[in-house]
């Protein structure tokens, strides 16, 4: 997985779409204005978003996320919308 995002680092506005790594399906991974490379799990689209984000190069606002849950390193586990 990091290797997939420090891809798309180094390629703004690249995105992918129905991604699988390592054997977990991601329906979506993308740079995203903050920085930080989200690799969406979910989305109940408008409702909610769950996934990962790989953070070196960003700092998440805890304010746009219902949860956001630091798991190591650059990795963060999280939820917008609910």
Known sequence: MEEVAQGI???????LENVTI?????????LESDGCVY?????W???STY???YGPNCTPDPNKFG???????EWYEFERGT
């Open 39 to 43: 690799f969406v799990d979910r989305e």
């Open 51 to 53: 996934g990962w984000m």
């Open 9 to 15: 680092q180094s390629n703004p506005g690249e995105s």
């Open 67 to 73: 949860r956001l849950r630091m798991l190591g390193g």
């Open 22 to 30: 390592g054997g977990l399906y991601f329906s979506s991974v993308s």
């Open 45 to 47: 689209f408008p409702i």
